[in-house]
């Protein structure tokens, strides 16, 4: 049974950061690519960053040079570290993998960008 379990959200003021956290069980962590997606209210959940086994990344445009994912294989931890927050980064965060074409998801953690 895979388990996927967020952590670090929270309210921030813009321009502060976060670093979220997930901790993965019932994988072989080191072999799966991990993500963190977001949702914010009333739009659909979009994919923020990829981290490969390799270590190989992606971003989300509008969070490039701000934004930062990385893993501990040691530990089976993927972490997103936001740095220079905004308001529009406001969502639930979400933690997935995919395990036979099953899409895997932790519970999410909110983070709120406000003044």
């Known amino acids: 049974q895979v388990q996927l379990v967020e952590s670090g959200g929270g309210l921030v003021q813009p321009g502060g950061s976060l670093r979220l956290s997930c901790v993965g069980s019932?994988?072989?962590?080191?072999?799966?690519?991990m993500y963190w997606y977001r949702q914010a209210p009333g739009k659909q959940r979009e994919l923020v960053a990829r981290?490969?086994?390799?270590?190989?990344?992606i971003y989300l445009d509008s969070v490039k040079g701000r934004f930062t994912i990385s893993r501990d294989n040691a530990k089976n931890a993927v972490y997103l570290q936001m740095n220079s927050l905004k308001p529009e980064d406001t969502a639930v965060y979400y933690c997935?993998?995919?395990?036979?074409?099953?899409?895997?998801w932790g519970q999410g953690t909110q983070v709120t960008v406000s003044s």
């Open positions: 981290i490969t086994p390799g270590a190989s990344t």
């Open positions: 997935n993998t995919v395990l036979r074409g099953v899409n895997e």
């Open positions: 019932g994988i072989i962590f080191s072999n799966s690519a």
